[in-house]
T-cell receptor
Framework: QQQVRQSPQSLTVWEGETAILNCSYENSAFDYFPWYQQFPGEGPALLIAIRSVSDKKEDGRFTIFFNKREKKLSLHITDSQPGDSATYFCAAIMATGGNNKLTFGQGTVLSVIP | EAAVTQSPRNKVTVTGGNVTLSCRQTNSHNYMYWYRQDTGHGLRLIHYSYGAGNLQIGDVPDGYKATRTTQEDFFLLLELASPSQTSLYFC???????????FGPGTRLTVL
């Protein structure tokens, strides 16, 4: 059972466009949602994260929008750059009273064309 | 910057072979994790640990054993490797629920 789902599986945008990566989850007990960025040949690295008490989190060109009622979130990358080409993983955890296990989605492969 | 190292970086073995993957973190993190990464499945948790001597079962544990010998060292053991265990394996560590999880560079395992 896939508790965290991402779409699309792959996404191609032109340099300067906004890339939108989607994520949904099933377990309403999840309360913390980090996004990880992975370049080929490397391990994933934390990009940005949001707690369920917030509906938006910004960090430069990266913004998470969170809808608790619909159990959906999205990562917006504005002014996309070729260096943003990577795989992006949405993850979820029960940070409060949980077991410290991150559940990852399948990932979205982003390609930014110059 | 937290440091997580893995060895070997690449490993080829045969069906039925015995493999040990090693992970070391040097930041005194309590929690350590072993994942496998496969196309279409993302990162799936195999085993994890809260500290030396502790072991918790993850979501895809079949065919794998693990042991946390010290605060720093976490090992993944495949005692009878099968081709279905061909994958990219990542180790990770962190301090707490809201803390950033730091990943190692990965070990690519091929079982022929």
């Amino acid at each position: 059972q896939q508790q965290v789902r991402q779409s699309p599986q792959s996404l191609t945008v032109w340099e300067g466009e906004t890339a939108i990566l989607n994520c949904s989850y099933e377990n309403s007990a999840f309360d913390y949602f980090p996004w990880y960025q992975q370049f080929p040949g490397e391990g994933p690295a934390l990009l940005i994260a949001i707690r369920s008490v917030s509906d938006k989190k910004e960090d430069g060109r990266f913004t998470i929008f969170f809808n608790k009622r619909e159990k959906k979130l999205s990562l917006h990358i504005t002014d996309s750059q070729p260096g943003d080409s990577a795989t992006y993983f949405c993850a979820a955890i029960m940070a409060t009273g949980g077991n410290n296990k991150l559940t990852f989605g399948q990932g979205t492969v982003l390609s930014v064309i110059p | 910057e937290a440091a997580v190292t893995q060895s070997p970086r690449n490993k080829v073995t045969v069906t039925g072979g015995n493999v040990t993957l090693s992970c070391r973190q040097t930041n005194s993190h309590n929690y350590m994790y072993w994942y496998r990464q496969d196309t279409g499945h993302g990162l799936r948790l195999i085993h994890y640990s809260y500290g030396a001597g502790n072991l918790q079962i993850g979501d895809v544990p079949d065919g794998y054993k693990a042991t946390r010998t010290t605060q720093e060292d976490f090992f993944l053991l495949l005692e009878l490797a099968s081709p279905s265990q061909t994958s990219l394996y990542f180790c990770a560590s962190k301090t707490g629920a809201y803390a950033e999880q730091f990943f190692g560079p990965g070990t690519r395992l091929t079982v022929l």
